[in-house]
């Protein structure tokens, strides 16, 4: 066995116990959590919905926080759902997992993956999505490809299972959080890096693999047609398992929505559909067989991934009772699964969506009929903002080396869970609107992630979708920068969720009034959960430490952290007087180096002089360029490939310019004394 580190602590407060789970209807509902909440989606359909009712819409005002738990340290902010059974709390918060008294806060013991061997450092860490509870051991996926089982009460390494390809290859890694159910753990893998995704199930006790699926199937494989006839595309696909799975015991099924293509943009490479890319798949428990699957975006050129965990609900749809499972596609549109079947609950048609032949778009993509969707598309973009030489495109625009100056909405619901209530019916999502750069080389396997540009603001969505109809019932915008850490409604007619300025807040779930917030001292934070301890509920979060919640806590809020002004250019200030109109990108992290002559992308892009310095700017590219201020007052004149231009400025401030040939080609000069 490694040598890990584990710390113990002796709490002074001894460890509890904690009640019977509420019953419902004669049993116990697989889709509430109640007492306890051992999986981070609160219980096996990933509902995150809580049936405790002691804090609701009349007490609400009563509540506060009742402990704190010590910091993470520094650069360990957590991002985790806490996990409580019998009055210990786990969670993950950079290298370590922590248990904690779930009463009292006091640590009772840490484990420390830094003293792991054969992956030094934050290559082991687990999971940041956190852990899952089962036969008395705690999960974790990790960053190296290994599962980790730990002794719920003394913290001691159960075994350890290396889940990944063999021979290893570095960057392969479980990303989510376990899932488990009936003796059974499920993970997946990454993909982004040049592998395929999988979804793998291993024994509980043992470690011991029992089946293993891969999201691109290889020849023979159903599926496998919906890519290139000739090479070997398939092998490097994508289809990254991002997040946890959903369990449906009695159908004998565990679900999960898998990631996106790769290469990211270059779809020329990989014609065809592409399965299972995006989609839902339904996979049998104890062997792995797909039962079935639902592509909810063909052909992925817009690294668009399902990164939102699914979640099972029984409910009314369109009339009538249904057993679904909810995904959410990254544009904002809620898609309903009949779980046994993977047949829509709503119609969902196939829409034309913008061409380009020459990366194998996809003539249709596939839309909810009459659906809301939660994030803003083009049209809404256009009315907002009107960018200089940007030319404004919808969601399924193909990102392509002939446009380079592409400004399109990015599939911004991804990671904060998603969370459903049998009280109102409601789905509750999280996502941010992004309007996006969109750029690709003539390399197919250069990844360029879109940027932000100057002058254009992201925001927060947070949005309550009607199951019965997939209508919007209400929606919030968040202008914090950072995306909110995901919802959870509760039977007291709540509905929680940390938002990225350090604040958890509770909302009539209804309604959407906010009716309480409490401040952490810590931007962003991940998803609230709640527990029942001794007769008293608890809401709980964690970021940089753990807070817990209750009736007559009184502990006070901390001040309010610093959120740093949106800056109009983004990217570092350099001290340089010559600024070439061309820079030399790379792509360092998912194929090997690679490189790309960025033609409108100033080098350096913000540059610091002092008053009466010489500033030259040097045409490094291959067509011209003129060097102008945003507001007319200077130029170099036309800059051929190899010539250059002089300005001088007399007064400090700070000047904006772009060129004029291609006005998307923005940058910024600081002038000091």
């Known amino acids: 066995m490694a040598a890990a580190t584990v710390r113990l602590a002796v ?22 959590a109640a007492a306890s909440w051992e999986l981070v989606g609160g219980s096996r359909s990933n509902a995150r919905y809580s049936a405790l009712t002691q804090i609701n819409t009349q007490t609400i005002s009563k509540i506060g926080a009742t402990w704190m738990s010590e910091t993470f340290g520094a650069n360990a902010s957590s991002r985790a759902t806490p996990i409580v059974k019998d009055g210990l709390m786990f969670v993950t918060a950079g290298p370590s997992i922590y248990a904690f008294n779930a009463k009292s806060g006091d640590t009772i013991w840490r484990y420390d993956s830094r003293g792991e061997t054969g992956a030094p450092g934050a290559a082991a860490s687990p999971s940041k999505e956190g852990l899952a509870l089962g036969d008395g051991l705690v999960f974790a996926g990790m960053a190296n490809g290994d599962v980790l089982a730990i002794e719920e009460t003394t913290g001691k390494v159960a075994w350890r299972q290396y889940v990944g390809d063999v021979p290893h290859v570095r960057g392969q890694s479980s990303v989510g959080a376990p899932t488990y159910a009936d003796g059974i753990v499920f993970v997946g893998l990454n993909a982004d890096r040049g592998f395929r995704g999988q979804a793998i199930a291993l024994d509980a006790k043992t470690g011991r693999l029992m089946w293993r ?3 691109v199937p290889g020849p023979g494989e159903r599926g496998h047609d919906t890519w290139p006839a000739s090479g070997d595309a398939w092998k490097t696909g994508g289809g990254a398992i991002w997040l946890e799975g959903a369990v449906d015991a009695e159908l004998g099924l565990v679900y999960f929505v898998t990631g996106n293509g790769v290469p990211q943009h270059g779809g020329e490479v990989r014609s ?20 079935w699957h639902y592509q909810a975006i063909h052909h992925d050129i817009w690294e668009a991934d399902l990164s939102i965990a699914p979640v099972l609900f029984d409910g009314d749809v369109g009339g009538r009772t249904s057993k679904g499972i909810a995904a959410m596609r990254g544009d904002g549109y809620l898609f309903l699964l009949d779980r046994s079947t993977g047949k829509p609950l709503i119609p969902i048609e196939e829409r034309p ?12 993509q596939p839309f909810p009929v009459g659906a809301d969707r939660v994030l803003p598309d083009c049209d809404d973009w256009k009315a907002a903002v009107a960018p200089r030489g940007f030319q404004i495109g919808c969601f399924f625009a193909p990102t392509s080396f002939k446009t380079p100056n592409l400004l399109a909405p990015f599939f911004g619901m991804r990671v904060s869970p998603m969370a459903y209530s ?11 609107a992004w309007l996006r750069w969109r750029r ?28 019965r109809t997939n209508k919007i019932v209400w929606k919030k915008e968040f202008r914090t920068g950072r995306l909110p850490g995901g919802a959870m409604p509760t039977a007291g007619g709540l509905m929680f969720q940390a938002v990225g300025d350090g604040n958890i807040e509770a909302y009539d779930a ?10 952490t001292g810590s931007l962003g934070g991940g998803p609230v959960m709640a527990y029942e301890l001794d007769g008293d509920e608890y809401v709980a979060v964690a970021s940089s430490r753990v807070f817990a919640f209750k009736l007559g806590g009184t502990l006070q809020p901390m001040e309010a952290p610093r959120i740093a002004a949106e800056e109009a250019f983004p990217g570092p200030v350099v001290d340089a007087s010559q600024i070439e109109t061309a820079t030399l990108a790379r792509d360092m992290g998912l194929t090997g ?56 400025f007399d007064k400090p401030g700070t000047y904006s310019y772009t060129c004029k040939e291609h006005p998307w080609a923005a940058a910024q000069i600081i002038v000091v004394q």
């Not at 709490?11 to 004669?26: D, E, N, R």
């Not at 969506?353 to 249709?364: G, W």
């Not at 049998?422 to 941010?432: K, L, R, S, V």
């Open 213 to 215: 699926f891969f999201v």
């Open 272 to 291: 065809g559909d592409n399965l299972y890319l995006c989609s839902v798949i339904a996979l049998e428990m104890k062997t792995g067989r797909l039962r």
């Open 440 to 467: 690709r080389a003539q390399d197919p396997y250069f990844f360029s992630p879109d940027r932000r540009i100057p002058g254009v603001s992201d925001h927060a969505v947070l949005a309550a979708i009607d199951g």
């Open 353 to 364: 969506v913008p061409q380009d032949p020459s990366v194998r778009t996809a003539a249709t």
């Open 593 to 648: 180096s690679r490189q790309m002559v960025d033609e409108y992308t100033f080098n350096p892009t913000r540059t610091r002089v002092k008053v009466g310095t010489p500033v030259t700017w040097i045409n490094n590219g291959t067509t011209v360029h003129t060097v102008i201020a945003v507001d007319g007052s200077w130029t170099t004149g036309p800059l051929s490939p190899i010539e250059a231009g002089v300005v001088t």
């Open 422 to 432: 049998p009280e109102t019916g409601f789905f509750y999502a999280t996502g941010n």
């Open 11 to 32: 709490s002074a407060v001894a460890l509890t116990t904690i009640s019977i789970g509420v019953v419902v209807q004669g049993g116990a509902n697989p889709h509430e």
């Open 510 to 519: 209804k309604r959407g009034a906010r009716l309480w917030q409490f401040q």
